[in-house]
């Protein structure tokens, strides 16, 4: 049986760059070790495979190399932009609806002229833990090849969730991002015992502007070039704290990741917050580009 594919680039319009995906527009039967299988044969970090649905109301799920995960965030803002793209949802839609495991995704469409140009997707709402105690942020910092002066003082450590959980690490500067040279087995080990899916060192570049890397050995990711659940987390934990700018109920900020390895991409984000502070909705944007069409056999 032959199974159509596209991979995609998310988080940018300019193919190489940001963080290539694969999208299955018709996934339907296609069991969890299969479709495993199928996301390690075409090397990619995600991917999103459609399972039923039509028009503007979809059924979809997640995989990395590792299995079938929660949420994708790179991989949700490709596949609207292909679906349209392709022919495949209504045209002109303006609101797609992603049914996963977990919770319907909806997913605004901006166009320019006729053209969907970028998505931006409501990502499960934020929730937060307690951040890991001293000894354990210890033996993070130097399973990334760091210690604890790589620390900025002044934004929170803390575990965040906006699709997957993840721990953020504020760095001083971009370039002591850069440095790390993470021990990915020791990851995956903290990973688990942590209950994290990935580590998320992040520095600031200005008052809405920042630069992160993001680790998931435990997803069968090394590094993930380019990551929408994590960034939508770090959002919302940087909102909660109160070290972003506010204006009019809301925070935005963006997000540059990929540069360390050769494929830059942006994230926007945009956080929405009660009167006491506390984030209730994360908006993550990005474009996409095809980069290849094919055929699988089953």
Excluded: C
Aim: proline share 8%; no cysteine; aromatic share 8%.
């Amino acid at each position: 049986m032959k199974l159509p594919y596209l991979l995609v680039d998310a988080f940018t319009r300019t193919p190489g760059t940001g963080n290539r995906v694969a999208v299955f527009p018709d996934a339907r039967g296609l069991g969890e070790d299969e479709a495993t299988a199928l996301v390690s044969r075409l090397g990619v970090r995600e991917a999103a495979l459609v399972t039923g649905g039509g028009s503007n109301v979809f059924e979809v799920r997640y995989l990395t190399p590792e299995g079938e995960i929660e949420f994708a965030g790179a991989a949700t803002i490709a596949l609207a932009l292909v679906l349209l793209q392709e022919g495949l949802a209504e045209a002109g839609s303006e609101k797609l609806f992603f049914r996963t495991p977990g919770e319907t995704v909806p997913v605004e469409i901006r166009y320019r002229g006729d053209e969907p140009v970028e998505a931006v997707m409501r990502e499960p709402a934020p929730r937060f833990r307690d951040p890991p105690t001293y000894a354990e942020l210890r033996e993070v910092m130097e399973a990334l090849g760091a210690d604890e002066r790589y620390l900025h003082r002044g934004l929170p450590v803390g575990t965040a969730y906006a699709g997957l959980w993840s721990l953020f690490l504020p760095m001083v500067a971009p370039g002591m991002v850069d440095a790390l040279e993470p021990d990915l087995e020791r990851l995956a080990e903290l990973s688990q015992r942590l209950g994290v899916a990935t580590f998320h060192p992040y520095a600031p570049m200005g008052p809405r502007t920042y630069y992160a890397r993001d680790f998931a050995p435990a997803l069968g990711i090394p590094e993930d070039p380019v990551t929408g659940s994590a960034n939508g987390a770090l959002a919302a934990l940087l909102a909660r704290a109160g070290v972003v700018p506010r204006r009019e109920g809301e925070v935005v900020i963006t997000v540059l990741q990929g540069h360390h390895l050769g494929v830059p991409g942006e994230v926007r984000v945009r956080v929405e917050y009660t009167a006491s502070g506390e984030p209730y909705a994360v908006y993550v944007g990005g474009g996409a580009a095809i980069v290849e069409r094919g055929v699988l056999e089953r």
